[in-house]
């Protein structure tokens, strides 16, 4: 029997070898990930720069680059050539040291002093100016620079426009209200550590960047920078690109990275950064009195936030970045050319919707009726973002605002002839009626026929906002079927309404809710943890000995230490002594 001769492996069986090593290679590389416990730190903008060089253009000289600055010669845009503005009996001075810029003002004690200007605040349409005093406060001055008319002028607090702040006044410049640690910082700066100490009542203030940058909004970008700057072919199995991924996410999950600086809301826990759930770290405001008018309008400075969960736009997945762009902060069409990318031109675009013709450009453009401006800080025009119909008819009837009305006038075109021509124009059924105002407004005024009312808002499906803001109002009410109706809501899909039905139960002291509350100590989210722990904290003896006593000792813990957040205010060391 003769033996074969040696034959060498084939090209085929080769290149078969070398695709089965580079696709064990390839599974290899893509199984090799982040370690679960690896926490992302930050970075800084440089390194995102050089792979991201066209947002970082886009980004240069926005209002988040210009957020906050020092006090240099190309940041100061206001007069510091011995420029004097006097108000009330007090002048203030505005002046020049060499590179230095000063400010001689009253001071806490009630005297004259001078102050080194050492931040800028923001760029347009004003900008304000910050110094340093003891206990490493940073207060913003009220006197401040107008942009557009190049001129001083004076930022007052909305309930005190023609008051003289005493020196001991919270609103005076050097009080809380106008200190940058706890008040403004923590949306102007990125990676903010407000670093307040009670004993001493001094602050130690640190930021990563002066300003809002990158990681403000995506998030620590230390994992992602490794994972770029790697060889290999994948990025993270688990984590993706380890950033808070906002380019393809839902609107609600891109809304929560621009909420915590874009709504009225209170922190309720530290750490939070983007990617992070909202309701675990702020309580938004409600659609309340002194806040927002009764059919929702914008009343006071609250952003943008509330508006926008109001609007049909939010619930048809519209996204802030549909409109704007994320990096220069800048519209993506002028004009109504914004509004055309989902809403035909040949339909809304015209006389036949907007019945303008020949009224001038200003009078066509879809935002100045569906979007109404108002004017905060005096002279920063902000517009509503609940892209409401206009109603002049709720004008007449509760006293609200209408967009028809911010332009005519005269007396005889008063809220009820706006009325009629809307009638007249689109005839008597309204696409957003029936209203929820005409039920809030009875709430809040406590009358017979609101319980009835707030009950017809909770069976529709209006948005959550304007569901929680009903049982809040339900929680005012000194009735069997408000309190009824609270209980009810505890159960609510949304934390927003399950957090306020619990608060709003523990205003009228409901005890048969104590041990059903027990059970939300268990919720998802802390916003609704928190409601139910500070509802139960006078309530604990109730839990003792039962299955709650534990998670309610959790719950508490996690709760004292979401209230160090604002250690330095008042109520929280009232509500810290109660506990």
């Known amino acids: 029997m003769t033996t074969p001769p040696n034959r060498r492996p084939g090209k085929a069986a080769v290149f078969a070898g070398l695709l089965a090593l580079f696709g064990l290679g390839c599974l290899a590389d893509w199984y090799v990930a982040i370690p679960e416990e690896a926490v992302a730190g930050y970075v800084g903008r440089e390194r995102c720069i050089s792979c991201h060089q066209q947002e970082a253009s886009d980004w240069a000289g926005s209002h988040h680059d210009r957020a906050m600055e020092l006090a240099t010669d190309d940041t100061v845009l206001g007069d510091f050539d011995n420029a004097e503005f006097t108000r009330l009996g007090v002048t203030t001075r505005f002046y020049r040291k060499g590179a230095e810029y000063w400010v001689r003002t009253e001071g806490p004690d009630g005297e004259m002093h001078d102050y080194r200007v050492d931040y800028t605040f923001g760029v347009d349409p004003l900008q304000q100016y910050m110094v340093e005093l003891e206990g490493g406060r ?25 008051e003289r702040l005493e020196p001991d006044d919270p609103l005076h410049w050097t009080g809380l209200a106008q200190n940058w640690n706890t008040m403004c910082a923590e949306c102007h700066s990125t990676n903010l550590q407000k670093n307040f100490t009670l004993a ?12 809002v940058s990158c990681e403000a909004c995506h998030g620590p970008g230390s994992l992602h920078a490794e994972l770029a700057e790697s060889r290999s072919l994948f990025w993270d199995r688990r984590r993706g690109y380890a950033l808070s991924g906002l380019k393809n996410a839902s609107n609600r999950k891109q809304l929560e990275a621009c909420a915590p600086c874009h709504s009225r809301r209170t922190a309720i826990h530290g750490d939070w950064h983007a990617g992070n759930r909202f309701f675990d770290h702020f309580a938004p405001s ?48 002028e004009g109504n050319q914004l509004c055309a990318q989902c809403h035909q031109p040949g339909k809304y675009d015209g006389a036949g919707h907007h019945h303008h013709a020949g009224a001038g450009e200003a009078a066509q453009q879809c935002v100045n009726c569906h979007m109404p401006e108002r004017h905060y800080m005096v002279v920063d025009g902000r517009r509503d973002h609940s892209f409401r119909v206009p109603r002049p008819d709720l004008s007449v009837e509760l006293g609200t605002p209408n967009a028809c009305n911010d332009c005519h006038t005269k007396p005889e075109e008063d809220a009820a002839w706006a009325a009629e021509a809307v009638r007249e124009w689109y005839g008597d059924k309204r696409p957003d009626d029936p209203h929820y105002a005409p039920a809030l407004a009875a709430g809040w005024e406590g009358k017979p026929e609101a319980v009835e009312m707030l009950r017809e808002v909770l069976r529709r499906d209006y948005p959550e906002i304007v569901h929680a803001t009903a049982v809040r109002a339900l929680g005012r009410i000194a009735d069997a079927e408000a309190q009824k109706l609270c209980r009810e809501a505890v159960d609510e899909r949304s934390p927003l309404v399950r957090a306020t039905a619990l608060r709003a139960a523990a205003e009228r002291s409901i005890d048969e809710m104590a041990l059903e509350s027990a059970w939300h100590l268990r919720d998802s989210a802390r916003l609704v943890r928190f409601a139910a722990a500070s509802r139960l904290v006078e309530r604990a003896p109730q839990l003792q000995g039962t299955e709650h006593e534990p998670i309610l000792q959790e719950a508490l813990e996690e709760y004292q230490t979401g209230q160090e957040v604002i250690l330095d205010r008042a109520g929280t060391n009232m509500q810290r002594a109660a506990l």
């Open 200 to 211: 001493s009542n001094t602050y130690d203030t640190t930021y990563s960047e002066i300003d």
């Open 286 to 333: 409600l659609l309340e009195p002194g806040l927002y008018h009764a059919d929702g309008q914008i009343l006071d400075e609250v952003y943008v936030y509330g508006s926008f969960l109001q609007s049909k736009m939010y619930h048809e997945n519209v996204k802030c970045t549909d409109c704007h762009n994320p990096h220069s902060l800048k519209l993506k069409f």
């Open 138 to 162: 940073v207060q913003v001055l009220r006197v401040s620079w107008d942009t557009v008319r190049n001129e001083w002028f004076y930022v007052p607090p909305p309930d005190a426009v023609d």
